[in-house]
């Protein structure tokens, strides 16, 4: 089992960037898949990127590509978020999500993940 916690979220503006952080306790954290997820208010939890065990894959929604870079350090037990160009529609409560038995398929669906952090909040104003 693993315990997610995330950090970083903040108030920032349009065009800034931000880099969330979300460290894992357990030894197992390598094995896990790792994803984040985010919610706007009043919106449902949508996919944001995910990162095989490794490091090696990643995948993004399309909204963030090219702006979002997620990685992962294994040796510190933390996965990240790094979010340029931010905009307004960025603005939702971000979540980390682990999964201990990744494959390859349905790295998108938030049913995939058995572990989540309690959410960190970026809000992006104009």
């Known amino acids: 089992q693993v315990q997610l916690v995330e950090s970083g979220g903040g108030l920032v503006q349009t065009g800034d960037s931000l880099r969330l952080s979300c460290e894992a306790t357990?030894?197992?954290?390598?094995?896990?898949?790792m994803a984040w997820f985010r919610q706007a208010s009043g919106a449902e939890r949508e996919f944001v990127a995910a990162?095989?065990?490794?490091?090696?894959?990643?995948i993004y929604t399309d909204a963030v590509k090219g702006r979002f870079t997620i990685s992962r350090d294994n040796a510190k037990n933390t996965v990240y978020l790094q979010m340029n160009s931010l905009k307004t529609e960025d603005t939702a409560v971000y979540f980390c999500?682990?999964?201990?038995?990744?494959?390859?398929?349905?790295?998108?669906?938030?049913?995939?993940?058995?572990?989540w952090g309690q959410g960190t909040q970026v809000t992006v104003s104009s």
């Open positions: 999500a682990g999964d201990p038995v990744p494959t390859d398929e349905n790295r998108d669906r938030a049913w995939r993940y058995a572990y």
């Open positions: 357990g030894s197992t954290f390598s094995y896990y898949g």
């Open positions: 990162i095989d065990r490794t490091g090696g894959n990643a």
